[in-house]
């Protein structure tokens, strides 16, 4: 690709000029935002008071959305990555019909209110993504903009115009830019050549601290154009026409993504105007007043001016009016390629094919001792022949992960090292509709993208992380490689379904469940080989827990273990029973999330409370296990960093035994039987 020069935009405007009618929307956005603001006593009002002029025109003259229906599969995206600037684009959703209520917005920040500090995705309609941490909107369009060339190359057709063609746009802040997540987003961006995505930055120069000089001193133009980005400049953030030729010129750039530096001033019309007062905390009264009287507002809070409110109500009509010409364009397509149309509606509808899951019952995984990892990519290639919607890829491991997709280059995406990114951009694949997305990496490095874990759980989104390498049994790259606290810590967010699979049928199993429950699940995968134990295990998986080993009657002891350690776990029951001690229950725990999810009956029936002899085995940190092994109970886990050795060695002298559980069994056994 060559690169071209980017430029500043000063030519006359070839559209429609603004006139003092937009100019008042302009100013109706700013009251409207600052007014919610005012009335919480909490929030940003810096942040909408400068943005307002680019988000009109974007909102006004050149996005396509219908505010009828939010989820028109080929409408523009629009992400706010600087999520604290929510009421902006409350006031966007509300003066252009999308069902939000003035009322609403007096609400802001409130219990219960559909008006959230930050933008939350399925809280307020027309909010594409939930955006918190700054980064994570950024590096979520620019997934969004992988999800729509994936689907415009599936289905678009040479000889029909496209039913697969939108843009992705968003508004971006300093911080955004300043977080390294970002900076791995824009990068990878680059490197694809993401013609259709489209950022606007809030270049206003001030974060909390105060000016952007503190911190910030770099030349973003070469930065991004480095990244080879298109890179524009409008000078004057209140020069609406400006701002209308720059996107024009983005969109018209088929091979870079494009940067349009906005020069705006934080709070503008405000006494706080272009410092960081104006950032994160309500003007007030006296300031409002200030305020009011430079826009020529009137003092009552949330005054809507009728002909602004019409103008912009017009976006409803408009909105039809594009999505009854896509309309129009799926019809041809539909009647000369029925198959396929009805296979588009089904992956933006997330409707999956009949026999989706057959490929899991056939896979032969090749032996008695098998990696997770190795049986998880197996599994993957199973279902993805299939699901031709899935999409993913890992960051530099793939042949460590066990990702490959292995007939299909073009829906594999190589992140480079780029785990912060990676998570938030297929979140970002994920919110667009129509793919199944995955991403892997070691778990240890999950760290490094725990902020998009959490974004994933949060908003529920359809994602599979697979994470390898999953304990000490990494071995010989020492203590750095080896996760000890983080099967624990994934356990600990709400909304996240932790799997960590004992063999190749439970990884099997744990696929199944990942692709059918539609939720965030992360795949924790062992790197060394593990027995492969029992095949009901596949179907037994969803209930998070089960009986793999019982024993006659009542158990004197229960044996629970997840993943690599299930087979010390039935190893011990071996050796217990050559000392005599046969009423021992071995249970496979794959996941806590599951498990808690299944009717007390099925509980009870198998972690029954009157057992009190319990055993859990991980190897990991034992915090949380005492929910399941209780007061009297006691666990084989690891509460220390580990070692670099060969792994056998690394478990051996860590703990994690079958000669450690066994004395820790004959000692619940005795303690037990005494009490």
Same mark, same amino acid.
């Given at each position: 690709m060559k690169d071209k020069p980017s430029q500043t935009v000063t030519e006359n405007s070839q559209t429609q000029a603004f006139t003092d009618l937009d100019r008042r929307c302009v100013n109706t956005l700013r009251m409207l935002a600052v007014d919610q603001v005012e009335q919480a006593r909490s929030g940003h009002p810096g942040m909408p008071m400068g943005s307002a002029p680019m988000a009109y025109v974007l909102w006004s003259r050149i996005m396509r959305y219908n505010p009828k229906d939010p989820s028109w599969p080929d409408r523009d995206r629009f992400i706010l990555s600087p999520g604290h600037g929510s009421s902006l684009l409350y006031a966007l959703l509300y003066m252009t019909g999308f069902g939000l209520e003035l009322e609403e917005l007096r609400q802001f920040r409130q219990w219960g209110s559909r008006t959230p500090g930050h933008p939350e995705y399925g809280v307020t309609p027309g909010v594409e993504t939930t955006t918190g941490p700054l980064g994570q909107g950024f590096a979520m369009g620019v997934g969004m903009a992988i999800a729509e060339r994936h689907l415009a190359q599936n289905f678009n057709r040479q000889e029909f115009l496209p039913v697969v063609d939108h843009f992705t746009y968003a508004i971006v802040s300093d911080g955004d830019l300043m977080v390294g997540l970002g900076c791995e987003a824009a990068s990878l961006a680059g490197h694809l050549c993401l013609g259709k995505l489209i950022y606007l930055y809030d270049d206003n120069r001030v974060t909390i601290d105060g000016p952007t000089s503190l911190t910030f001193s770099e030349d973003v133009k070469a930065r991004f154009e480095s990244y080879q980005w298109q890179v524009l400049r409008v000078e004057d953030g209140e020069d609406l026409d400006a701002i209308e030729r720059a996107v024009r010129q983005a969109q018209a750039e088929e091979e870079r993504p494009s940067l349009i530096m906005v020069r705006t001033q934080i709070g503008y019309g405000s006494p706080k105007a272009g410092t960081s007062a104006s950032h994160g905390a309500p003007l007030g009264p006296t300031d409002m007043a200030v305020t009011r009287n430079f826009f020529d507002w009137p003092e009552t809070p949330f005054h809507v001016p009728p002909e602004a409110l019409e103008h912009l109500r017009k976006m409803v009509d408009r909105g039809r009016e594009?999505?009854?010409?896509?309309? =129009?364009?799926?019809?041809?397509?539909?009647?000369?390629?029925?198959?396929?149309?009805?296979?588009?509606?089904?992956?933006?509808?997330?409707?999956?094919?009949?026999?989706?899951?057959?490929?899991?019952?056939?896979?032969?995984?090749?032996?008695?001792?098998?990696?997770?990892?190795?049986?998880?990519?197996?599994?993957?290639?199973?279902?993805?022949?299939?699901?031709?919607?899935?999409?993913?890829?890992? =960051?530099?491991?793939?042949?460590?992960?066990?990702?490959?997709?292995?007939?299909?280059?073009?829906?594999?995406?190589?992140?480079?090292?780029?785990?912060?990114?990676?998570?938030?951009?297929?979140?970002? %694949? =994920?919110?667009?509709?129509?793919?199944?997305?995955?991403?892997?990496?070691?778990?240890?490095?999950?760290?490094?993208?725990?902020?998009?874990?959490?974004?994933?759980?949060?908003?529920?989104?359809?994602?599979?992380? %697979?994470?390898?390498?999953?304990?000490?049994?990494?071995?010989?790259?020492?203590?750095?490689?080896?996760?000890?606290?983080?099967?624990?810590?994934?356990?600990?967010?709400?909304?996240?379904?932790?799997?960590?699979?004992?063999?190749?049928?439970?990884?099997?199993?744990?696929?199944?469940?990942?692709?059918?429950?539609?939720?965030?699940?992360?795949?924790?995968?062992?790197?060394?080989?593990?027995?492969?134990?029992?095949?009901?295990?596949?179907?037994?998986? =969803?209930?998070?827990?089960?009986?793999?080993?019982?024993?006659?009657?009542?158990?004197?002891?229960? %044996?629970?273990?997840?993943?690599?350690?299930?087979?010390?776990?039935?190893?011990?029951?071996?050796?217990?029973?050559?000392?005599?001690?046969?009423?021992?229950?071995?249970?496979?725990?794959?996941?806590?999330?599951?498990?808690?999810?299944?009717?007390?009956?099925?509980?009870?029936?198998?972690?029954?409370?009157?057992?009190?002899?319990?055993?859990?085995?991980?190897?990991?940190?034992?915090?949380?296990?005492?929910?399941?092994?209780?007061?009297?109970?006691?666990?084989?886990?690891?509460?220390?960093?580990?070692?670099?050795?060969?792994?056998?060695?690394?478990?051996?002298?860590?703990?994690?035994?079958?000669?450690?559980?066994?004395?820790?069994?004959?000692?619940?056994?005795?303690?037990?039987?005494?009490?």
């Amino acid at each position: 690709m060559k690169d071209k020069p980017s430029q500043t935009v000063t030519e006359n405007s070839q559209t429609q000029a603004f006139t003092d009618l937009d100019r008042r929307c302009v100013n109706t956005l700013r009251m409207l935002a600052v007014d919610q603001v005012e009335q919480a006593r909490s929030g940003h009002p810096g942040m909408p008071m400068g943005s307002a002029p680019m988000a009109y025109v974007l909102w006004s003259r050149i996005m396509r959305y219908n505010p009828k229906d939010p989820s028109w599969p080929d409408r523009d995206r629009f992400i706010l990555s600087p999520g604290h600037g929510s009421s902006l684009l409350y006031a966007l959703l509300y003066m252009t019909g999308f069902g939000l209520e003035l009322e609403e917005l007096r609400q802001f920040r409130q219990w219960g209110s559909r008006t959230p500090g930050h933008p939350e995705y399925g809280v307020t309609p027309g909010v594409e993504t939930t955006t918190g941490p700054l980064g994570q909107g950024f590096a979520m369009g620019v997934g969004m903009a992988i999800a729509e060339r994936h689907l415009a190359q599936n289905f678009n057709r040479q000889e029909f115009l496209p039913v697969v063609d939108h843009f992705t746009y968003a508004i971006v802040s300093d911080g955004d830019l300043m977080v390294g997540l970002g900076c791995e987003a824009a990068s990878l961006a680059g490197h694809l050549c993401l013609g259709k995505l489209i950022y606007l930055y809030d270049d206003n120069r001030v974060t909390i601290d105060g000016p952007t000089s503190l911190t910030f001193s770099e030349d973003v133009k070469a930065r991004f154009e480095s990244y080879q980005w298109q890179v524009l400049r409008v000078e004057d953030g209140e020069d609406l026409d400006a701002i209308e030729r720059a996107v024009r010129q983005a969109q018209a750039e088929e091979e870079r993504p494009s940067l349009i530096m906005v020069r705006t001033q934080i709070g503008y019309g405000s006494p706080k105007a272009g410092t960081s007062a104006s950032h994160g905390a309500p003007l007030g009264p006296t300031d409002m007043a200030v305020t009011r009287n430079f826009f020529d507002w009137p003092e009552t809070p949330f005054h809507v001016p009728p002909e602004a409110l019409e103008h912009l109500r017009k976006m409803v009509d408009r909105g039809r009016e594009h999505m009854a010409e896509w309309e =129009a364009r799926m019809g041809a397509f539909s009647t000369r390629f029925p198959e396929e149309a009805q296979k588009l509606r089904d992956w933006m509808a997330g409707i999956l094919p009949k026999g989706w899951d057959e490929g899991l019952y056939r896979i032969d995984f090749g032996g008695k001792m098998v990696t997770t990892r190795q049986a998880s990519g197996k599994a993957l290639n199973a279902l993805a022949r299939r699901l031709p919607s899935m999409i993913g890829g890992s =960051a530099d491991l793939t042949d460590s992960n066990q990702t490959w997709i292995w007939d299909s280059d073009d829906r594999y995406i190589h992140y480079g090292i780029r785990e912060h990114a990676m998570g938030a951009i297929t979140n970002g %694949i =994920a919110r667009h509709g129509g793919t199944l997305p995955f991403c892997g990496t070691f778990l240890v490095f999950s760290d490094y993208m725990r902020g998009a874990i959490r974004m994933a759980a949060v908003m529920g989104t359809h994602v599979v992380f %697979i994470l390898s390498h999953d304990s000490i049994g990494v071995g010989e790259d020492g203590p750095t490689h080896q996760p000890i606290e983080h099967v624990m810590s994934l356990r600990l967010i709400p909304h996240l379904t932790t799997l960590r699979p004992a063999d190749a049928f439970e990884t099997a199993g744990a696929w199944k469940v990942a692709i059918a429950n539609k939720r965030p699940v992360a795949l924790c995968l062992t790197r060394q080989a593990v027995p492969v134990l029992t095949e009901r295990s596949r179907e037994m998986v =969803a209930k998070g827990a089960y009986i793999l080993d019982d024993c006659e009657g009542d158990p004197d002891l229960i %044996i629970m273990a997840s993943g690599s350690e299930v087979h010390i776990a039935v190893e011990t029951k071996q050796e217990l029973a050559k000392l005599g001690h046969g009423r021992v229950r071995v249970i496979s725990m794959p996941s806590w999330e599951l498990f808690k999810e299944q009717p007390e009956s099925y509980r009870e029936e198998i972690l029954p409370k009157r057992i009190h002899a319990r055993l859990g085995i991980e190897a990991g940190v034992t915090l949380g296990w005492r929910e399941w092994v209780g007061n009297r109970g006691d666990v084989v886990g690891l509460n220390r960093f580990g070692a670099s050795a060969p792994y056998k060695t690394v478990m051996e002298e860590l703990g994690i035994s079958v000669k450690v559980a066994l004395e820790k069994s004959l000692n619940l056994l005795q303690k037990n039987k005494t009490n």
